[in-house]
């Protein structure tokens, strides 16, 4: 009795595991397709952010880059390659980020040489006033 009972038990171990397998595998492509498809949303919203920061105009190659990463993550997710659709849109939203700090940091520049110039034109009135 006690060797059948243990069979049985074996018996119950291994059909809950191979449940609870089975359950799993049905389990992960929604989780995958939503986490992937959560991923280009940020990576959508980051480009438009970027795009919307002025990078269109001081980080083009940077944003078009970005743009394209994100188009390709879109055909990914089409395609339902989930994780190849998730890798793209993390490099997506990087390269976003990127193309929007480039053009804040260009356009502090642009206001830095501008200010420069205006200096030395101030220079250059107190100088011909001294004179």
């Known amino acids: 009795m006690d060797g059948e009972k243990r069979r049985i038990r074996q018996v ?3 059909v809950a595991v191979i449940g609870l397998l089975f359950a799993v595998g049905c389990a992960a492509p929604k989780t995958t397709a939503q986490l992937s498809g959560e991923k280009i949303f940020r990576a959508d ?3 438009s952010d970027a795009k919307d920061g002025n990078a269109s105009l001081n980080a083009k190659d940077a944003l078009a880059v970005a743009e394209g990463k994100l188009a390709k993550a879109k055909d990914a997710f089409a395609k339902q390659n989930f994780d190849e659709a998730a890798n793209l849109a993390e ?4 390269d976003a980020e990127y193309a929007q700090a480039k053009a804040t940091t260009q356009k502090s520049l642009n206001i830095a040489e501008e200010k420069r110039k205006n200096n030395d034109s101030l ?8 004179n």
């Not at 490099?91 to 990087?94: E, N, T, Y």
């Not at 220079?123 to 001294?130: A, D, K």
């Open 12 to 14: 119950f171990i291994v």
């Open 91 to 94: 490099q997506a939203v990087v």
């Open 45 to 47: 919203k980051a480009f």
């Open 123 to 130: 220079r250059q009135e107190i100088r011909q006033m001294s």
